[in-house]
């Protein structure tokens, strides 16, 4: 075993239970005023901020689990809304980098405000085809994690834009662009490879671990779909993902 997959290792067994605990006493905190005492709003907002970060690093951990069980070949396999899925991990991949984003959408009370909130902040999201109304088959996880990964991305590295269209009549057909600077050519390939970050000379704060987008084609070749990926310097980087329906068992 290799430094790189011995780090994996010691991240998906030995950080998940200190993390969990991290996670219990913050909240003990939180909601037991009467045992620790009552909260300013100052240490209000840095235990959600604890929270926060402990969640993103289960998350983190999650999908690294979910990446080896594909490798196994184990799915999930379920029928599920397309169009709820697409909204989940949007509010995921919002939580942690634009908090004041996702605070907005989830006080919205309808399809039109959440739609609006959406436009305000340059980020464009359509379902159509045959998902927009029938479920998907295969695994729900899997694929919201391939979203939220996209996702995110795409709205690190924008200028003011992110685009999000869900299509498809047999195939589920994912695109997501962003209005950013772009991938020269020389760099493209390394985009998937793990534990690489390219440099984004714009934006200072894309630094990340490397893993998402290698996660994400990882995903896309287990499930049986394929992955593209369309760059011009300048305009911004388009990915797009076509997954095949699985038989539910």
Same mark, same amino acid.
């Given at each position: !075993?290799?430094?790189?997959? =011995?780090? +994996?290792?010691?991240?998906?067994?030995?950080?998940?239970?200190?993390?969990? +605990?991290?996670?219990?006493?913050?909240?003990? /905190?939180?909601?037991?005023?009467?045992?620790?005492?009552?909260?300013?709003?100052?240490?209000?907002?840095? /235990?959600?901020?604890?929270?926060?970060?402990?969640?993103?690093?289960?998350? /983190?951990?999650?999908? !690294? +689990?979910?990446?080896?069980?594909?490798?196994?070949?184990?799915?999930?396999?379920?029928?599920?809304?397309?169009?709820?899925?697409?909204?989940?991990?949007?509010?995921?991949?919002?939580? +942690?980098?634009?908090?004041?984003?996702?605070?907005?959408?989830?006080?919205?009370?309808?399809?039109?405000?959440?739609?609006?909130?959406?436009?305000?902040?340059?980020?464009?999201?359509?379902?159509?085809?045959?998902?927009?109304?029938?479920?998907?088959?295969?695994?729900? =996880?899997?694929?919201?994690?391939?979203?939220?990964?996209? !996702?995110?991305?795409? !709205?690190?590295h924008r200028r003011e834009r992110m685009r999000v269209n869900i299509s498809?009549?047999?195939?589920?057909?994912?695109?997501?662009?962003?209005?950013?600077?772009?991938?020269?050519?020389?760099?493209?390939?390394?985009?998937?490879?793990?534990?690489?970050?390219?440099?984004?000379?714009?934006?200072?704060?894309?630094?990340? /671990?490397?893993?998402?987008?290698?996660?994400?084609?990882?995903?896309?070749?287990?499930?049986?779909?394929?992955?593209?990926?369309?760059?011009?310097?300048?305009?911004?980087?388009?990915?797009?993902?076509?997954?095949?329906?699985?038989?539910?068992?």
């Amino acid at each position: !075993m290799n430094e790189k997959a =011995r780090l +994996i290792d010691l991240l998906i067994h030995d950080m998940t239970g200190p993390l969990s +605990i991290v996670a219990a006493a913050t909240n003990n /905190l939180r909601y037991n005023a009467d045992r620790y005492g009552p909260l300013t709003d100052g240490q209000e907002r840095l /235990l959600e901020r604890i929270l926060r970060n402990a969640d993103r690093a289960q998350n /983190l951990i999650q999908e !690294m +689990i979910e990446i080896l069980r594909s490798k196994g070949g184990v799915f999930r396999k379920a029928y599920f809304s397309v169009e709820t899925t697409v909204k989940k991990s949007l509010l995921d991949a919002l939580e +942690i980098a634009f908090p004041e984003i996702t605070e907005k959408l989830y006080d919205v009370k309808s399809h039109e405000e959440f739609q609006a909130v959406l436009r305000e902040h340059g980020i464009s999201i359509e379902v159509s085809g045959r998902y927009r109304e029938s479920p998907f088959c295969h695994d729900e =996880r899997k694929v919201q994690q391939i979203l939220r990964n996209l !996702m995110s991305n795409a !709205m690190k590295h924008r200028r003011e834009r992110m685009r999000v269209n869900i299509s498809g009549e047999a195939d589920l057909a994912i695109l997501v662009e962003d209005d950013g600077v772009g991938i020269p050519p020389e760099e493209r390939e390394a985009v998937f490879a793990p534990f690489v970050q390219l440099k984004d000379q714009r934006n200072s704060n894309t630094a990340g /671990l490397g893993f998402g987008l290698a996660g994400v084609k990882t995903l896309v070749e287990a499930m049986g779909g394929e992955i593209e990926l369309e760059s011009r310097e300048g305009t911004g980087t388009r990915f797009i993902v076509r997954i095949p329906p699985s038989i539910s068992s």
